[in-house]
């Protein structure tokens, strides 16, 4: 549905975006996540319209709209601040572009009605003033301001930024039942990875205006095309050549000792298994969160990250000798 092809983003002699090419399906959730800085943001400022590339094509449904302005690319846009008009009700923020657009009084009614029923928001709230909403309803004014214009493509720059931990991560699946109930193409911009792999259907890891991997959040994480993806996707071990040597030493899989390699803390098992590696380790220190323990174990001279999950008792205590489980399988390297 969407196709960037060869774009170039330039602010004078500074290259924003080198050479991206990406196509997006319709109906997708896709992210573009990264960095502060690497270039996301950009990408969806430019399909917006908001921004010209310098260089290349954007067509929706094989339509050019690389030069189209922002009004005619049936896109709407939810910005991380909101950007709300704070003189309005709830009810004359959503129904603004309607009244733009010159729609009947009663037809302006009826979908704003419609949307807030969609979004969740009350009759009732529809008559404040939007200073009286707490965080995430105004998030859910703007995301309702933006659909009620019925666009082809929503856009979403880290709408849920400035809400709290708790908040956040209830408002991700409102958003995400909402985007599979419309069936809206949606893209949305964020550096949480967690948000990103929780929401995707696919995601974009962006690194210094360019994309370092494209896929779903299952390969992004399992299968990371960089060390970069690597490494920004959660938290991860870096295995010395050493340690690598040893689990060459026990298996039939041939790791590279001349690179570096990585594995993911949940994939160490700390009971035997079947073709995994054992190594020995010391509990140098541990991280509690309710329902899982992170462990920092010293392996062979270097530390090495578990993590378990909680089953009411303390597992490990400081100093103890643990033997560490390492599938050679789920060592990535590059």
Avoid: W
Avoid at 31 to 54: D, M, N
Avoid at 100 to 124: G, P, Y
Wanted: net charge neutral.
């Amino acid at each position: 549905m969407i196709e960037f092809s060869n774009i170039e983003i330039k602010y004078g002699n500074f290259v924003a975006i080198q050479n991206l090419n990406l196509e997006i399906q319709r109906g997708e959730f896709f992210t573009f996540l990264g960095p502060s800085g690497c270039g996301k943001t950009t990408t969806l400022r430019c399909l917006v319209g908001f921004i010209r590339p310098a260089r290349g094509t954007i067509q929706v449904d094989h339509r050019d709209i690389t030069n189209a302005p922002v009004e005619k690319r049936e896109i709407g846009m939810v910005f991380q601040s909101y950007a709300l008009f704070p003189t309005m009700n709830v009810f004359e923020n959503i129904a603004f572009g309607l009244r733009v657009k010159k729609l009947s009084k009663a037809e302006v009614r009826q979908r704003v009605f419609e949307i807030a029923r969609k979004i969740d928001l009350s009759e009732e709230q529809l008559f404040k003033n939007v200073s009286q909403l707490s965080g995430g309803q105004q998030q859910r004014v703007a995301l309702a301001r933006a659909m009620i214009m019925q666009p082809k493509i929503i856009c979403l720059d880290e709408p849920l930024s400035n809400l709290d931990a708790k908040l956040r991560i209830g408002l991700r699946g409102e958003l995400k039942k909402l985007q599979r109930d419309l069936g809206i193409t949606t893209l949305y911009v964020t550096h949480d990875q967690e948000e990103a792999l929780t929401l995707s259907d696919r995601l974009a890891v962006f690194n210094n205006g360019q994309i370092e991997q494209v896929g779903t959040p299952f390969e992004i994480y399992n299968k990371s095309a960089s060390r970069f993806v690597c490494e920004f996707i959660g938290d991860i071990n870096n295995l010395s050549p050493n340690v690598i040597r040893e689990i060459n030493a026990q298996s039939s899989q041939r790791l590279d000792p001349e690179k570096e390699g990585f594995v993911r803390l949940e994939t160490i098992s700390l009971e035997r298994k079947d073709g995994f590696a054992r190594l020995s380790g010391i509990v140098k220190d541990s991280e509690y969160d309710g329902v899982f323990t992170k462990y920092h174990f010293d392996v062979m001279g270097q530390t090495i990250k578990s993590i378990e999950k909680n089953d009411g008792v303390v597992l490990f205590e400081k100093g103890g000798q643990v033997d560490l489980f390492i599938n050679p399988a789920t060592v990535m390297q590059y």
